[in-house]
C-alpha cells in the first residue's frame, strides 16, 4: 500500500483532490494548456496582458472562496472565484430517463469549482484576489473569445460555455453505479452496486478523509504518451470519485484533469472510448 505524507496531501489540495503525478514524460504542466489565461499563453485565444501569473486566475493561497452564493459549504481547492448558487443548475436527471438509476444531489463538490468558470455567468479574469500586494485593480487587457460564446455543441469557436442547463451534458453529482457501496471496506465490487453495468471501484481512507478512484487500463495514455498507471493505487490518471453522503459519486473531475496537456483535459486519451470504458461495461 502506497504511503501518503503530508506532502501529498497538500498537492492534493491544489489540485482539486486529485493525488500522486504522472510521469514527467506524459505532461509538462498547465503553462502549456489553454488554462493559462496569463500574458504568457501560447495555446488558445483567452489571455489577460496585465500579469504573467498562471495560477492566480483559479487559486488564490490566502483568502479563498469556501461558500457559494447561498451560503453552501463547498470543498474546493483554494478557489478564487465566486462561487455560483446551487440552485441555478438543470441537471441531467430532470430529463426523466429510465436508463438514470442513481440518485443525483445538487451540484456541488469540485464541480461547482468548475462550474463558476463554465457556466457563463462571469468573466474568466474575474478573481477574488487579484494578483500583487493589497488586491489591487488588475491593469491590462483581456483578449479572446466573448464568455457567451464557443458552445461545445459547434456554435462558435472559444470558450466553452456549458450554460447552467445541464442536461445534455455527463451528469454530475450523481451516484456512482447507481449506489449501494459506502464508504469502510476496500474495493467496491459490481455486486456491490445497484447498477452492474459499471467497473469496481477502489476506496482508502486517508487521515480520515475518503477516497475513491477506478482504475483505468495499464496502457493508457494521454496525448499520445504513455502515462504511470499502478492497478490498485489511486494514480492522477484514475478516473476519480468524490465522497458525497459517504459514498463515490461522479463529477467532472472525475474524467477531467484541468492540469493536463490533453486538449479535452482528458485524464487518459479516449481513444477506443477508453474514458467511457474505465467506469461502463459495454
Known amino acids: 500500500m502506497k504511503t501518503y505524507t503530508k506532502k501529498h496531501l497538500a498537492v492534493a489540495l491544489l489540485t482539486g483532490g486529485v493525488a500522486m503525478a504522472m510521469s514527467g514524460a506524459a505532461v509538462s504542466g498547465i503553462a502549456n494548456t489553454k488554462h493559462n489565461l496569463g500574458s504568457t499563453s501560447t495555446t488558445g485565444n483567452n489571455q489577460h496582458s496585465g500579469t504573467g501569473e498562471i495560477c492566480v486566475f483559479c487559486h488564490t493561497p ?57 457556466d457563463g455567468s462571469q468573466a ?16 491590462g487587457t483581456w483578449s479572446g473569445a466573448a464568455q457567451t460564446s464557443g458552445k461545445l455543441n459547434g456554435a462558435g469557436v472559444g470558450f466553452p460555455n456549458l450554460g447552467t442547463d445541464l442536461q445534455n451534458d455527463h451528469p454530475v453529482g450523481i451516484q456512482y453505479a447507481g449506489g449501494g457501496c459506502t464508504s469502510g471496506g476496500g474495493a467496491c465490487d459490481t455486486t456491490d452496486f445497484k447498477d452492474k453495468d459499471f467497473k469496481a471501484a477502489s476506496y482508502q481512507n486517508i487521515n480520515t478523509n475518503d477516497v475513491w478512484w477506478v482504475d483505468v487500463p495499464t496502457d493508457s495514455k494521454v496525448s499520445g504518451a504513455a502515462i504511470s498507471v499502478t492497478a490498485g493505487t489511486r494514480d492522477k490518471s484514475d478516473m476519480q470519485l468524490y465522497t458525497r453522503n459517504s459514498e463515490p459519486f461522479v463529477e467532472c473531475a472525475s474524467c477531467h484533469d484541468p492540469h493536463v496537456e490533453n486538449v479535452t483535459f482528458l485524464r487518459i486519451d479516449n481513444t477506443g472510448s477508453k474514458v467511457c470504458l474505465a467506469c461502463h461495461t459495454k
Open 62 to 118: 490566502h483568502g479563498s472562496s469556501t461558500l457559494d452564493s447561498d451560503s453552501n459549504k463547498v470543498a474546493v481547492p483554494l478557489w478564487n472565484k465566486a462561487l455560483p448558487s446551487v440552485g441555478t443548475f438543470t441537471t441531467y436527471d430532470q430529463l426523466g430517463t429510465s436508463s438514470l438509476d442513481g440518485a443525483v444531489v445538487s451540484v456541488g463538490s469540485v464541480s461547482i469549482a468548475c462550474l463558476s468558470c463554465h
Open 124 to 139: 474568466m479574469d474575474n478573481m477574488v484576489n487579484k494578483p500583487g500586494s493589497g488586491n489591487v485593480a488588475l491593469t
